[in-house]
């Protein structure tokens, strides 16, 4: 049984790299496809692995933003892409990174969609599943239209957040010999996404909140809730490294422009049409694969409910169809303007920002009920047939319309290279700044007049000593007062010292430029991006949870030696 068991899992992942590698062969002619995120993505991925060669294992301070004058990005925008990017980019060229990428996230994909179809339905049919889930029409629409990567990374591992909380909160049999590894399992799955991307870490947040809800109806008891409840708590607290100081520091920047005008839910729903003719066409494109993708879905639950009716059916069955069911019809709901209220006054839902994302948590009971379709004969292959047409329909509709472009690495590299680096992030913007402001070539230190009111800048002597990410360290000798400019923008971490003495950096007038009035003489001026509290706190939360789930992995692992004979 354990070499079957190998087989199947073989099987599975030669079934989900195959589907992968089909879903970029596109790329393999037409060159990447350069989506709304792109240059986001790769410029990350490029000024991490620029980090790691300065020594820089956990990248803070985004370097080569704002043209060199650098944003805490990485303090806000989870970790898990950004390193598996710039890794990637040391294995293979950098133009090839962005397919590598999709074919590791899709094959994880179609793994994590089997190990949820596997657990109640036959081999063959939980193969369809893995296959429908790493080709789904909207991870189709993330790789050719948005190449959002992070959130590709998310929505591979839904199928086994959803099916870890389903465990835990007792909706499933729990296969897994004890509560407590279960609550370990859920609590890994559930952080890894929200360490993948914030937006789909809100959007499993929900979904685990509402099969909690459903638990605690339907057994009548808030057992499930507490369950649940540790489940989260661990989950958080394991991802509390990224998160704490992710909402701790946004006070510093201008995060509020994550919301702008075309952002926001209102902006987003379905069909909206608005006065930009861009955001129309693409909103058009992402509302119709949202009508593809519920269509087949509720086609499929269909067929799937009328197959278990004919047959005797598990338990568990009925409880995931009616879960996955309910699942449905909530990301359905979100999707359209009635929804409105939901998105102004529930927490952090307005950060998802577009309500089609909810197709992130619709695409796993897609895979689930087509893969369920397949168990009934008659039905089998015509259900296949309509599957392969509506993919390969929308694959083929998405590569016509993507922008195809390899020039957009390069073109980073290139502006790295010259000591120019990229365009900054509005949300990430520091509240002192204006990035609109900051000039695209700047030199590293520039003297200024000794008043800020005008005169000529006086003769003055530069040596950097060290220039790197997370620190900079010069000498300036004058004989006159002077000011300086660094190209660096103030952000509260930044810790600045004059001659061994901290100092508080003036600002630009029009941004946020860091600018030092030294006397005369040689004054040695110190830059260093420091652990601030919020930080190291996450920190200590972080490796608390890490001690916790082992814990609870250990206490289960030996329930279970005790319990075999």
């Known amino acids: 049984m354990a070499s079957a068991g190998f087989r199947e899992w073989l099987l599975a992942v030669g079934v989900s790299l195959g589907t992968a590698l089909l879903v970029i062969a596109p790329f393999f002619w037409l060159g990447n496809a350069s989506g709304h995120d792109f240059g986001f993505h790769a410029a990350s991925w490029l000024d991490v692995a620029g980090q790691w060669r300065e020594g820089i294992f956990f990248p803070r301070w985004t370097?080569?933003?704002?043209?060199?004058?650098?944003?805490?990005?990485?303090?806000?925008?989870?970790?898990?892409?950004?390193?598996?990017?710039?890794?990637?980019?040391?294995?293979?060229?950098?133009?090839?990174?962005?397919?590598?990428?999709?074919?590791?996230?899709?094959?994880?994909?179609?793994?994590?969609?089997?190990a949820l179809a596997r657990r109640f339905l036959p081999r063959n049919a939980a193969l369809f599943g893995a296959a429908c889930y790493a080709a789904n029409p909207y991870a189709l629409l993330i790789v050719y239209m948005r190449s959002d990567f992070a959130e590709q990374l998310a929505c591979a591992l839904m199928p086994l957040v959803l099916l870890t909380a389903l465990e835990l909160c007792g909706l499933v049999e729990n296969r897994h010999g004890s509560l407590s590894r279960a609550m370990a399992l859920f609590a890994v799955a559930f952080a890894a996404v929200w360490l993948s991307n914030a937006p789909a870490g809100v959007l499993a947040s929900y979904s685990v909140a509402l099969i909690l809800a459903w638990a605690v109806l339907a057994q009548k008891s808030l057992q499930p809730l507490w369950r649940g409840a540790g489940g989260l708590a661990l989950g958080f607290g394991l991802a509390s490294f990224y998160l704490l100081p992710a909402a701790y520091e946004q006070r510093w920047v201008n995060i509020t422009q994550a919301l702008s005008s075309g952002l926001q839910s209102s902006d987003n729903f379905l069909y909206t049409m608005g006065n930009d003719p861009e955001h129309n066409a693409f909103n058009w494109i992402a509302s119709s694969t949202a009508i593809l993708m519920m269509v087949m879905t509720g086609i499929a639950a269909i067929s799937a409910r009328r197959e278990a009716a004919q047959e005797q059916e598990g338990e568990d069955r009925k409880k995931l169809w009616r879960m996955l069911m309910l699942l449905s019809v909530a990301a359905a709901i979100l999707m359209i303007r009635p929804s409105s209220i939901f998105w102004e006054h529930l927490p952090k839902l307005r950060f998802v920002q577009f309500p089609w994302r909810w197709m992130a948590i619709l695409a796993v009971p897609y895979a689930y009920f087509s893969a369920a379709a397949m168990v009934r004969t008659r039905m089998r292959w015509i259900w296949c047939v309509l599957v392969l047409a509506a993919v390969c329909g929308t694959a083929t509709f998405l590569v016509k319309k993507a922008w195809w472009d390899s020039d957009d690495i390069p073109s980073l590299q290139e502006a790295i290279a010259n000591d120019q680096g990229f365009e900054g992030t509005d949300e990430y913007d520091p509240v002192s700044d204006d990035h609109t402001n900051l000039p695209e070539k700047a030199l590293r230190v520039q003297v200024l007049p000794a008043e800020e009111s005008g005169g000529s800048a006086p003769n003055a002597e530069i040596h950097i000593e060290r220039w790197t990410a997370e620190e900079k360290i010069l000498r300036v000798t004058s004989r006159e007062p002077l000011r300086v400019g660094l190209r660096l923008l103030d952000y509260p971490a930044w810790r600045v010292e004059v001659n061994g003495k901290a100092v508080r950096p003036e600002h630009a007038e029009t941004n946020g430029e860091m600018i030092l009035t030294l006397t005369p003489g040689t004054e040695r001026i110190t830059a260093r991006f420091a652990r601030t509290p919020d930080r190291k706190l996450g920190s200590a939360i972080s490796l608390l949870a890490v001690l916790t789930l082992l814990a609870l992995l250990n206490a289960g692992g030996l329930r279970l030696l005790s319990a075999s004979p």
């Open 63 to 114: 370097e080569w933003a704002n043209h060199g004058f650098g944003e805490p990005r990485f303090i806000f925008y989870p970790p898990l892409s950004w390193m598996l990017g710039a890794a990637l980019g040391f294995a293979v060229p950098w133009n090839a990174v962005p397919g590598v990428f999709i074919v590791i996230a899709q094959t994880m994909a179609g793994i994590c969609a089997f």
